[in-house]
Nanobody, 120 residues
Framework: QLKLVESGGGLVQAGGSLRLSCTTS????????MNWYRQAPGKQRELVAG???????NFADSVKGRFTISRDDGGNTVYLDMNGLTPEDTGVYYC??????????????WGQGTQVTVSS
């Protein structure tokens, strides 16, 4: 089964930047869509950014213009570059893989999450 592992989280001051990485157990070229979600304390998990196999990206309004998602077809890594961080960006960030397996069954895999804390 597909395994996702996030890394790169940590503590950063407001206005700073972080790069999150998601490593996968197989090439992402065969994955329909890679996503980044986050969950703030006491809040529901929300979609932050996504990237499809054909290069279509989407971002939450709250991060548009500040975050960038990079999908490496042929590789095993997806990045989330976060700039101009604010305390409201604090939360656990999760990598998500969505697509279909060899038998065309839909799948949805999640990483364990990485903590991002932005101090004011």
């Amino acid at each position: 089964q597909l395994k996702l592992v996030e890394s790169g989280g940590g503590l950063v001051q407001a206005g700073g930047s972080l790069r999150l990485s998601c490593t996968t157990s197989k090439s992402i070229s065969s994955i329909n869509k890679m996503n980044w979600y986050r969950q703030a304390p006491g809040k529901q998990r929300e979609l932050v950014a996504g990237s499809t196999w054909n290069g279509v990206t989407n971002f939450a309004d709250s991060v548009k213009g500040r975050f960038t998602i990079s999908r490496d077809d042929g590789g095993n890594t997806v990045y989330l570059d976060m700039n101009g961080l604010t305390p409201e960006d604090t939360g656990v960030y999760y990598c998500n893989a969505h697509g279909r397996d060899s038998e065309w069954n839909e799948y949805d895999y999640w990483g364990q999450g990485t903590q991002v804390t932005v101090s004011s």
